[in-house]
């Protein structure tokens, strides 16, 4: 017997994770020996429905990732052309909405853009400067968002609606940052 051929137990023929292999003799035309190899263990039904499971789920998520963003981008730019500055302006003369969600947009495609560009990985300059672009935005679009005048007649436009979409999602950003800036602090000191 070969050094590579060794005889299966009654298990192992049992639970099919091997399989023998039948060499014949060219010459008699009959089987002359018999190895037995290993099988390529194949994932079970349960773990190729679980695999199935998550890839649909990500591909859902990223589509609907995408599908808001376009949707986000498009609202904003129908409350750009609803509404002008100069009309905003009339209504509450201290209002900087217009000139804010038209930053916001401009903004986002470029820093979307620059965050696409990391061949070896985010640049750590260019992610503090997103973090500072995007709490300076916060900001000015919760000065503009909570004023007075805004809140009592602006409410029922649709450029406020996407001010208020806007600046809640940044509350949303500077939290998640925050949460995954104290993780990060922890996991260091933990390591020390």
Not at 43 to 65: Q, R, V, Y
Not at 98 to 104: H, Q, R
Request: charged share 15%; hydrophobic share 45%.
């Amino acid at each position: 017997m070969n050094p590579t051929e060794h005889t299966p137990s009654a298990e192992d023929m049992s639970s099919n994770k091997i399989s023998p292999v039948t060499q014949t003799d060219l010459e008699s035309a009959r089987p002359t020996i018999v190895a037995f190899q290993e099988k390529q263990i194949e994932p079970k039904g349960l773990e190729m429905c679980s695999i199935a499971c998550f890839i649909g789920i990500t591909i859902t998520f990223i589509l609907g990732l995408i599908g808001a963003s376009v949707t986000y981008y498009v609202f904003c730019i129908m409350a750009l052309i609803e509404d002008s500055h100069k009309s905003i302006q009339e209504t509450c003369s201290d209002s900087n909405l217009w000139p804010f969600i038209l930053t916001v947009l401009i903004i986002n495609l470029g820093v979307a853009q620059n965050s696409s560009k990391g061949k070896d990985g985010p640049n750590p300059v260019s992610v503090v400067v997103s973090i500072l672009v995007l709490v300076s935005l916060c900001t000015w679009g919760s000065i503009e968002f909570w004023n007075d005048c805004v809140q009592e007649k602006l409410s029922d436009t649709l450029l406020f609606t996407m001010v208020e979409i806007t600046v809640y999602m940044e509350y949303c950003f500077i939290f998640l940052l925050l949460v995954l800036f104290g993780y990060v602090i922890n996991k260091a000191l933990r390591k020390e």
